[in-house]
């Protein structure tokens, strides 16, 4: 595998933002080039230590079930060559792992899909029998399958701060009625089809997150990463079972291990050892090979 990539240093184009995994460039006024590094983050904390590989698994990911939803409706892609957009001797920083993109206003909501009652879904089922205002049944357990899968907003948080569960109330205030709405249909109908297929390869989906933006004419679009190990909950169906949270295909071995240390979940975070590094690595890249075999 080739080395890892913490942070892309392309002079050709100018910088915009650093997210937690992505560093994002400007082409012009109307495209990006995003890069996808090998940074990860755990408890909203980017730590020193990236996976080798992971930006590569994330872009695969990605331009896979973009492909496979593009009927759903459009994306961000532009279909370019980020190797022909930087410098020549820039062209290691973005091979693989790179993605030249349309230029969208973001939607500041999170578009979140829930199947399975797991994460701060549960948590907040546990507190007051709902998640994010929509009443549940009495008596679901701890990664339960869903009576029918729920759309369950959040609000996007600043770099650092965790993103906040909303009801579907605030998505309307954010962007009105019809394309709240347009969101919440288009968000189920992506979940429910990629988790159908990856019902097929051994993999469920318990939860999801999209992104959407707009292009100049209002044109809702698929945009940011898309049903990879980062913006999903992936459980491998042979170690499901209610009542415990199963095994999944993404950072697990990372939190699990900093859970066990001395630490506050405040930067800087403890280094990682070789073996949680190499673990991790290697279940990015088993749902990556499980899906698209």
């Not at 969208?104 to 549960?122: D, T």
């Not at 459980?235 to 295909?249: K, L, N, T, V």
């Amino acid at each position: 595998m080739a080395s890892a990539l913490y942070q892309s240093s392309i002079q050709s184009l100018p910088l915009l933002a650093r997210g937690k995994v992505r560093d994002m460039y400007a082409m012009g006024d109307d495209k990006l080039l995003i890069i996808a590094t090998d940074r990860i983050s755990a408890f909203d904390v980017i730590l020193d230590d990236p996976i080798p590989g992971k930006g590569q698994v994330l872009k695969e990911l990605t331009d896979f079930w973009l492909e496979k939803l593009a009927h759903v409706l459009p994306n961000h892609s532009t279909g370019i060559n980020p190797e022909d957009v930087v410098a020549p001797n820039e062209r290691d920083q973005v091979v693989g792992r790179a993605v030249v993109v349309k230029r969208l206003k973001p939607i500041m909501v999170e578009a979140v899909a829930r199947g399975y009652l797991i994460g701060s879904g549960w948590k907040d089922y546990l507190a007051s029998g709902s998640v994010c205002g929509i009443q549940l049944p009495a008596g679901l357990k701890q990664a339960g399958k869903l009576p029918e899968p729920l759309f369950t907003p959040a609000a996007k948080a600043e770099m650092g701060l965790h993103d906040e569960n909303v009801d579907f109330a605030h998505v309307i205030k954010e962007v009105g009625q019809e394309m709240a709405e347009r969101i919440r249909e288009i968000t189920l109908r992506l979940y429910s089809e990629a988790a159908s297929f990856a019902a097929t390869k051994g993999i469920m989906i318990a939860d999801t997150k999209f992104e959407f933006g707009l292009d100049a004419n209002g044109t809702l679009h698929l945009m940011d990463e898309v049903l990879t190990p980062d913006s999903s909950r992936f459980w491998p169906a042979e170690g499901y079972r209610e009542g415990i949270s199963p095994p999944s295909f993404d950072k697990q071995f990372v939190r699990d291990w900093l859970e066990t240390q001395d630490w506050g979940k405040t930067p800087p975070a403890p280094r990682l050892p070789t073996d949680v590094i190499a673990k991790t690595a290697a279940k990015y890249r088993e749902a990556l090979d499980r899906l698209i075999a």
